[in-house]
């Protein structure tokens, strides 16, 4: 069997993605009795996977990291594993060795590597020289794995359900483990730049069933290399491209954006600035726009005020720390499946 990389969502069927988002959750529900103290009662729980003891998943990180490094790592020791972490000041590559040489040696030391990367071609050629299953943990392009936390996050919300539940004060204050459920077909709006995050979502969510419109300035749109994936796959049929911020979030229940200046983009910050004049999203844009009513917000984190602001970001509409937390739990999923059972994802 040859070796499974994950580049982006759009390497996966729906069928495959649903699998990891369900598997996520359950984990979830599996692990977390085993994060506090266990009362008597829970002294047989059952244990979460332990797919990695005994084996190391390398962290190849030329970019900084929150989110991602604190999932992978405590993912890792759920599924009985470790991470090793290795920054870009930590290791040979890119200074005295090659990415093929670098992969190979750390792909001959661990189970499998989840690599952050400048240039999306980085990984795609750690990938081509690596024995072990290599994992995008965000580049150029890409970043898979925050859209399938994003997408848990959803299928924990009453508010997306297909069964039109109530809010749940307990789920939504953390006390219980939210429901897990299908999610009817949404109107997600998307303002802001086009970078990793938003790609990862282009090629996934018109597969899953819902319509994506985006408004992005004329010179900031997708790059070919990710609109040809999004033609391949037929998402473009549930894509409505606009300049115009109000026009994006006409009829949404969610609303997203990311930073308008990405990691490696410092020196173009002023002219980004000036560029995306108009696009913070904001209750007056939503208002303006004619989002539905009760409309919820997304981001990936980190967060700069041009791009929301702290009304809508600390507010009560506002998904983001959710989302964070769900990192872990997608990560385990992946890791868990791609790094401990190669063959069951490729089965499903
Ligand atoms: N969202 C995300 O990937 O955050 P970090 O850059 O902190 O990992
Ligand atoms: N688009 C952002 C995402 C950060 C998680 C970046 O690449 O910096």
Excluded at 109 to 120: Q, S
Excluded at 275 to 280: C, I, L, M, N, R
Excluded at 285 to 300: N, Q, S, V, Y
Aim: hydrophobic share 40%; charged share 25%.
């Amino acid at each position: 069997m040859s070796v499974p990389h994950l580049m982006t969502l759009a390497d996966l069927t729906p069928a495959q993605i649903s699998r990891i988002l369900a598997h996520a959750h359950s984990l979830k529900k599996v692990s977390l009795p085993w994060l506090g103290p266990r009362t008597k009662s829970q002294s047989n729980l059952p244990m979460p996977s332990q797919s990695l003891l005994n084996k190391s998943i390398a962290l190849i990180f030329s970019k900084r990291s929150t989110r991602t490094r604190v999932s992978a790592e405590t993912a890792a020791v759920l599924l009985g594993g470790r991470a090793v972490f290795l920054g870009k000041e930590d290791i040979q590559l890119g200074v005295n060795e090659s990415v093929r040489d670098s992969a190979r040696v750390i792909g001959g030391m661990c189970d499998g590597i989840f690599a952050r990367v400048g240039e999306h071609e980085e990984i795609e050629e750690l990938a081509k020289y690596s024995p072990v299953p290599v994992l995008n943990a965000l580049s150029s392009l890409w970043h898979p794995a925050q859209v399938l936390a994003d997408i848990l996050t959803l299928q924990e919300h009453p508010y997306f359900s297909e069964k039109g539940l109530k809010e749940d004060a307990d789920a939504a204050s953390h006390k219980t483990i939210p429901t897990f459920s299908l999610l009817r077909p949404l109107t997600i709006a998307y303002v802001g730049d086009s970078a990793n995050v938003l790609h990862d979502m282009l090629v996934t969510y018109p597969r899953l069933g819902h319509q994506m419109r985006v408004a992005s300035p004329e010179k900031y749109r997708a790059p070919k290399q990710v609109w040809d994936r999004v033609v391949e796959l037929g998402c473009d049929k549930g894509i409505y491209w606009t300049a115009d911020p109000h026009e994006a979030v006409h009829g949404a229940d969610l609303v997203v954006t990311d930073t308008w200046i990405s990691m490696g983009q410092e020196a173009e910050k002023e002219q980004r600035l000036k560029d995306f004049q108009g696009y913070q999203v904001t209750e007056q844009l939503c208002r303006e726009g004619r989002a539905k009513p009760d409309w919820k917000f997304m981001h990936c984190l980190p967060r700069k005020p041009h791009e929301v602001d702290d009304e809508v970001f600390y507010g009560p509409r506002s998904l983001v720390f959710e989302e964070a937390d769900n990192r872990k739990w997608t990560a385990m999923a992946l890791f868990d499946l791609l790094f401990g059972k190669w063959d069951l994802l490729a089965k499903s």
